[in-house]
């Protein structure tokens, strides 16, 4: 699926109107890592991929030759549950597990992500958190009872229910077990571990990490215990086992979001299933900076005659719609509104 960079010729195409159209920098690890925001740490030392190869940036710098204006660099937006794909699409493939909010997330040392750091709740504040680490991955714990209701996997082809647009197999999300592409990772994907035994788990994931080991498993276990013994008091001292009850009085997660809270350690939930979650690359939130039109503007603020730029391109619309963070799930609203404003302005400019 990448398209050949072999250069086979030069063409020349001139226009009244240029919008640029072409996406972020997700792809283009070493421009990620350029653009790195400091008060994130140092840049992961590994990343996978969570966009596809055509989102390598290239535009951007074409467009600052042609004299548009880069603005907000350090602004964007990985993920942290990022799963290698055992089918992969593109280069690095990276699938990003939408988790409910069950699993028990720990560090590369076995120590438990602090509160309120649990699965589903902010992205960036973890983001900074495992960087934080000194690594650059993490774990879940979690049983079968957890992943067959709690693991989402963005992308369109892993949901094949919405795709399909059948409602019939999107309601079956409530009953019917283990979701098939979500077994299939369990089975083919390198991050995933099922064991029924502790130490087994502890011994894989150790293994998976390579290395001198950093997991012991009494530690480990002692996390689990904490998090599982709370199950027994009705006013939990957990605050994520709170969260899941109260995630649960809302009838749409508990029908497919979030698991009956139940204790890890019993082997009647299990198997344990480990996920090592590595840093995904995503969001590219600023980009070129154009005006309300979607014009480009250069240095001086000035719009370049006939140049527009629209989508993750421009931040999603002006060089960084979003500001620092984002609100999940909202960034295609920036790509239709920008594309509008410079359709329409494009359409005046030249008419
Ligand atoms: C798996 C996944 C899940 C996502 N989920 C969500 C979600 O739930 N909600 C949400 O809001 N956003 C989501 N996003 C983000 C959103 O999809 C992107 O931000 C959005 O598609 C960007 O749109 P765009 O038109 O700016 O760029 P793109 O969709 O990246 O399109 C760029 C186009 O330009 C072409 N192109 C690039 N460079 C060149 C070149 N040099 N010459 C010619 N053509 C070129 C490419 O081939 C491509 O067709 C998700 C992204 C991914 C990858």
Known sequence: ??????????????????????????????????????????????????????????????TEAAGGRIINRDRMWHYVEGIKNWAPIWTEHAIRVLPGPSSIWLDARGKRLPVPLY????????????????????????????????????????????????WRQVLGRATSGIPGPVKAFMEKGEDFIVEADLSKLVARMNALAGGEPLLDVAQVEREIRARDRQLDNPFSKDAQITALRGARTYLGDRLIRTARPHKMLDPANGPLIAVRLNILTRKTLGGLET?????????????????????????????????YAALEGTFLGGCIFSGRSAGRAAAGAVA
């Open 1 to 62: 699926h990448k398209s050949s960079r072999a250069v086979s010729g030069a063409f020349e195409l001139s226009a009244q109107a240029v919008i640029v159209a072409s996406g972020g920098i997700g792809g283009n690890h070493e421009l990620v890592r350029r653009n790195w925001p400091e008060r994130l740490g140092a840049p992961p030392k590994r990343m996978i991929t969570g966009v596809p190869d055509h989102v390598d940036g290239r535009m951007l710098a074409i």
């Open 119 to 166: 699965p589903g709740f902010d992205t960036l504040a973890t983001l900074s958190h495992i960087m934080s680490t000194g690594f650059d991955y993490s774990w879940f714990i979690l049983t079968r009872k957890i992943i067959q209701k709690e693991f989402a996997l963005s992308g369109s082809e892993q949901n094949p229910d919405l795709t399909g647009k059948s």
């Open 291 to 323: 005006d309300l039109d979607s014009r480009v503007l250069d240095a001086a603020g000035q719009p370049v005659p006939g140049l527009y730029a629209v989508g993750e391109v421009a931040g999603f619309g002006g060089g960084g719609l979003h500001g």
